[in-house]
């Protein structure tokens, strides 16, 4: 009895040791994906743009939660036009990367199907004043809810879509 009751302990322990380590991977990679400054390269329309963290290449980042008009089109270029002017005028620029759970286990960046990283801008004005580009970008028409995945600021963007 002593040996099975052994075993069983020896087997709980192995199994708390592997949650631990999974509940260390999760934190870390939440951890390494958090907003973090960037600045502007270029716009490419309402709702895609190209931003470096640091001294690192472009990354090419998908507003989540938001659809702009298509580019071609005088909608589509007031709305990146309007993105441009707020992030060029802006002190200090944030991006927040959407994550997702890998099957590979662990917190990851979101991508797109064109490899697009999907993502939060968040703007600090310089009185201080901190927004969300893409509840801007609703509340004054120059992009609607997108018709997928919201994202973790879902409910926000439904308040500014609905002008609240």
């Not at 090419?60 to 005088?74: Q, W, Y």
């Not at 002190?91 to 697009?116: C, N, S």
């Not at 970008?137 to 995945?149: H, K, M, P, S, W």
Request: charge should be positive; charged fraction near 25%.
């Amino acid at each position: 009895m002593w040996r099975e009751l052994f075993w069983v302990l020896v087997i709980l322990l192995a199994a708390l040791g592997i949650l631990a380590a999974l509940a260390i991977r999760i934190i870390g990679a939440r951890e390494s994906i958090s907003r973090r400054e960037v600045s502007l390269v270029r716009v490419v329309d309402g709702d895609t743009l190209a931003v470096r963290d640091g001294g690192g290449p472009a990354i090419t980042v998908r507003l989540c939660g938001i659809d702009a008009p298509e580019l071609g089109t005088a909608a589509s270029f007031a709305s990146a036009l309007y993105v441009a002017t707020k992030l060029e005028t802006a002190k200090r620029i944030d991006f927040e990367p959407e994550t997702v759970v890998h099957r590979r286990g662990g917190l990851g960046p979101k991508h797109d199907r064109y490899g697009r990283e999907v993502g939060w801008i968040w703007v600090v004005n310089h009185n201080g004043e901190i927004s969300l580009l893409q509840e801007e970008l609703l509340r004054i028409g120059y992009a609607e809810l997108y018709q997928g995945d919201l994202g973790r600021y879902k409910v926000r963007l439904q308040r500014a879509a609905r002008g609240e």
